[in-house]
């Protein structure tokens, strides 16, 4: 079998670790495997597999970004990319495993939907695929958000400040929720419980007073600046795929400015930005992206087409990829109110 594996949408670590795990046991097995560069831009706009090998796959479990390089490829504009693919697939490909998030999943889907032998992996740093506990790079986005709140945490401290920290979270708050407890925020903003401007300050203002003199808050980037009082700027720029670029709206900065003005606190700000997609994957992030990868193998040799490989507690399961297709998975009210303890 000629088996397609291509990364679409954002890097994040842990994807080499899957292509690894489906590259070596498809090797392993006699098959061919076709690395499909830059996502689906590699299939619908000139054709670029490039044949993997047991030594290109060699020691990449640990690198951050894709071997394969990836793309925010719009196959709608203009239209007809999508029948490009199908194309590219018939004349190349005996199977395709696309790892992706839900934009990824959503194209995945609609392929599989017209007989396409495509098998989806879980890809997605902000965590909110629905149907599975696990995406590939969250631990490793957790992990870097973690230790940088250590990091502002002593200076903070020693400067008596407010310090705001912006994440990643498009449409979630995942990144800021998790990373925000294990670093121990004393507030966090996610997109699916908001607050206003005041509820921030008067919190900051009621620590002040009980002797706390510094505080950590973090925001999720893609909060609504409207309920926090803000005006969202006209002219974003977008991705390439329709969604704006959440950092250019400046929640992070907003939020700081506020604080200052009102509660008469000295602030600074530290956007996360890219910092937490790159380099080197944490452990959890290479084992659960083997095991998803290995997953997402298995179902190709089986012909279990239309599927994905999920996490369900500590299992893998094929799930139909219109599970993962649609919506996002939010953070639950008992996970927030866990977070919100600690504030
Ligand atoms: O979709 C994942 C994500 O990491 C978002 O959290 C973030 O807004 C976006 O990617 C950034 O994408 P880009 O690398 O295109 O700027």
């Given at each position: 079998m000629r088996i397609g594996v291509l990364t679409a949408g954002g890097d994040a670590p842990g994807l080499n670790a899957a292509i690894r795990a489906i590259g070596e046991m498809a090797i392993r097995d006699g098959h061919e495997v076709i690395g499909v560069a830059n996502g689906w831009a590699g299939l619908a706009a000139e054709y670029a597999g490039f044949a993997l090998s047991g030594e290109s796959l060699r020691g990449v479990i640990g690198q951050g970004g894709t071997l394969l390089g990836t793309a925010r490829f719009n196959l709608d504009k203009p239209a007809g990319g999508r029948e490009r693919v199908l194309q590219a697939m018939d004349e190349h490909l005996d199977a395709l495993v696309a790892i992706g998030g839900d934009g990824t999943q959503r194209i995945s889907n609609w392929l599989a939907e017209r007989g396409a032998p495509v098998v989806g992996v879980p890809k997605t740093l902000d965590n909110d695929l629905m149907g599975t506990d696990y995406c590939i790079g969250f631990d490793t986005a957790i992990s870097i958000v973690t230790e940088s709140l250590d990091r502002l945490y002593t200076t903070a401290a020693s400067h008596h400040r407010v310090m705001v920290v912006e994440t990643m979270g498009r449409a979630t708050g995942w990144v800021a929720a998790l990373g925000g407890l294990a670093g121990g925020a004393d507030m966090i903003v996610i997109p699916e419980f908001p607050v206003t401007m005041e509820e921030i300050v008067t919190h900051l203002e009621r620590r002040r007073k009980a002797g706390l003199a510094f505080s950590i808050v973090v925001v999720a980037e893609g909060v609504n600046l409207a309920t926090l009082g803000g005006v969202e700027a006209g002219d974003l720029s977008s991705e390439?795929?329709?969604?704006?670029?959440?950092?250019?709206?400046?929640v992070g900065q907003f939020v700081a400015s506020q604080i200052e003005s009102r509660g008469n606190f000295e602030v600074r700000t530290t956007v996360l930005g890219h910092l937490q997609r790159g380099g080197s994957p944490t452990a959890h992030d290479r084992i659960w992206a083997t095991r998803v990868g290995a997953g997402a193998y298995e179902a190709v040799v089986a012909g279990k087409f239309g599927m994905i490989p999920v996490v369900r507690g500590d299992e893998v399961v094929l799930a139909p990829l219109a599970t993962v297709a649609e919506g996002q998975r939010k953070v639950p009210r008992e996970i927030f109110d866990l977070c919100a303890l600690f504030f």
């Open positions: 390439g795929v329709g969604g704006v670029r959440l950092a250019t709206r400046g």
